[in-house]
């Protein structure tokens, strides 16, 4: 069966520090990928995806995601967070045979930036 | 920009009540979802919905609960006889076409059974 790990159950930074979220899967065939968020009263919404090519994929507000095939990771990172980034990121993933299918999601990091 | 609409936003029902969650998919979108999510728990999926018909469901979804799209814009979630076990934040989410598409997701119902 498919499954999703999330390493950090919640990360504390200050502004302008670095992050990287760890994601990992687990899952034979091949995959599509994504991160999620979910700012403080809002729905989710779709930060990256990836479903082929370039393992390096660039989403919105400056996050990007790297898919390494070989460690089935997919992990989000960001340069210079800001406090408006404060919010809960969940890595998923459906399998790519079955594209209309569910989503498997991670258990979620909050993510708190300090002013 | 279109998005997924749910109502109600919060509901408290008592154990064995009926509920119904409403959703209104994004108008062109084809395939449609219900996940929830316990508190502290993950996003389970629960179940999708296409063509007119159920295409799969998960372990959760057995025979209390229910879906339906009775008209051209809404998709129902209906649970039979809440148990308590059936608190939780449940969403709904639609998709325009599979392939290279991504699923757009409601702001959730939180549902409370006493």
């Known amino acids: 069966a498919q499954s999703v790990s999330q390493h950090n159950h919640h990360v504390i930074l200050s502004e302008a520090a670095s992050l990287e979220l760890g994601c990992n899967y687990s899952?034979?065939?091949?995959?599509?990928l994504f991160w999620y968020v979910q700012y403080p009263g809002q729905h989710l919404q779709l930060l990256l995806k990836?479903?082929?090519?370039?393992?390096l994929v660039k989403g919105i507000k400056g996050f990007e995601a790297e898919f390494i095939k070989s460690k089935f990771s997919f992990n989000l990172r960001k340069p210079s967070v800001q406090w408006s980034d404060t919010a809960e990121y969940f890595c998923?993933?459906?399998?790519?045979?079955?594209?209309?299918?569910?989503?498997?999601f991670g258990q979620g990091t909050e993510l708190s930036v300090k002013p | 920009e279109p998005e997924v609409t749910q109502t109600p936003s919060h509901q408290v029902t008592q154990m064995g009540q009926e509920v119904i969650l409403r959703c209104v998919p994004i108008?062109?979108?084809?395939?449609f979802y219900w996940y929830r999510q316990i508190l502290g728990q993950k996003v389970e999926f629960l179940v999708s919905?296409?063509?007119?018909?159920?295409?799969?469901k998960s372990e959760i979804f057995d025979d209390q609960f229910s879906v339906e799209r009775p008209d051209g814009s809404n998709f129902t979630l209906k649970i039979r006889s809440t148990k308590l076990e059936d608190s939780a934040m449940y969403f709904c989410?639609?998709?325009?076409?599979?392939?290279?598409?991504?699923?757009?997701f409601g702001p959730g119902t939180r549902l409370t059974v006493t």
């Open positions: 989410a639609s998709m325009r076409l599979a392939g290279v598409y991504e699923q757009y």
């Open positions: 899952y034979g065939g091949t995959v599509n």
């Open positions: 990836y479903f082929s090519g370039d393992p």
């Open positions: 108008s062109n979108h084809l395939y």
């Open positions: 998923a993933v459906n399998a790519n045979y079955n594209q209309g299918g569910k989503l498997i």
């Open positions: 919905f296409y063509n007119n018909e159920i295409s799969e």
